[in-house]
């Protein structure tokens, strides 16, 4: 009999974008929709509350955390490549995780705190992964509200207006030109608030962790594009 996998979650996991929404924001607990959409901003109202709401009679929003965990060590074993010196690149990521100051980063906290698997280098690096995009996330939220757009704006100037509908934000209005230079001044701000956590690396360090990353974001070439297209992580 074939073992199942390690990170097999129940069969009556909420599919799609309820485990994405019960997964991915259970670290927050059962918290009300409008809690999660203020903390996440870029996704709209409409994906969140059919998302979080699909997934709560399905299991508790501490389960969807650890079966979402166990999703990130999958898609990390699937698509990082054999040849990544993984170790390495745990130790200077955890490094920067521990050094992160997380206020008004709850997101980020969050996953901070959940736990790495002990004796899988890929699946931890793959979770090291998403928390530290979680951190760049938050960051960016707090930079897009700084310089006065809403996050839904972002999205729009970002992605386009199909886009951002796809994402859950119903008939958004095309963003005026005018907007533009906020939304970069926002990306300028999001690269200032992150400066400083990655400072605590030598400069030989930060070389060294942009090459893990970059050979740890290439995806193997067996994979296929609607393959990468089905776990789009949305920053705005």
Same mark, same amino acid.
């Given at each position: ?14 599919? %799609? ?12 607990? *059962? ?14 109202? %409409? ?17 969807? +955390?650890?079966? @979402? ?80 757009? +809403? ?37 300028r701000l999001t690269n200032e608030l992150q400066a ?5 690396? +030598? ?11 970059? *050979? ?15 776990? +789009? @992580?949305?920053?705005?």
């Open positions: 009999m074939k073992r199942p996998a390690p990170w097999a979650c129940p069969p009556d996991s909420p599919p %799609g974008r309820g485990f994405y929404c019960r997964g991915r924001f259970g670290v927050l607990g *059962e918290v009300p929709v409008p809690v999660i959409q203020a903390v996440q901003g870029f996704l709209g109202p %409409g994906l969140i509350s059919a998302g979080w709401s699909a997934g709560r009679d399905v299991m508790s929003a501490e389960a969807a +955390t650890a079966c @979402y965990a166990r999703a990130i060590w999958q898609w990390g074993h699937t698509h990082i490549p054999g040849s990544v010196d993984v170790e390495r690149f745990n130790r200077l990521a955890q490094q920067l995780i521990d050094a992160a100051d997380a206020d008004a980063l709850p997101l980020f906290a969050g996953w901070r705190a959940q736990p790495y698997p002990d004796e899988d280098p890929v699946g931890a690096a793959m979770q090291r992964i998403h928390v530290l995009r979680e951190h760049r996330g938050a960051c960016h939220l707090a930079a897009v509200r700084l310089c006065g757009l +809403t996050a839904q704006a972002a999205m729009v100037i970002n992605l386009g207006v199909e886009q951002a509908a796809h994402y859950g934000w119903a008939q958004p209005d095309p963003a005026a030109a005018i907007l533009l230079p906020q939304w970069q001044r926002a990306e400083p956590l990655y400072a605590t690396l +030598t400069t030989q360090q930060r070389t060294e962790f942009g090459q893990l990353v970059s *050979e740890l974001t290439t995806p193997p070439l067996s994979l296929q594009e609607n393959d990468l297209a089905d776990y +789009t @992580y949305v920053e705005c």
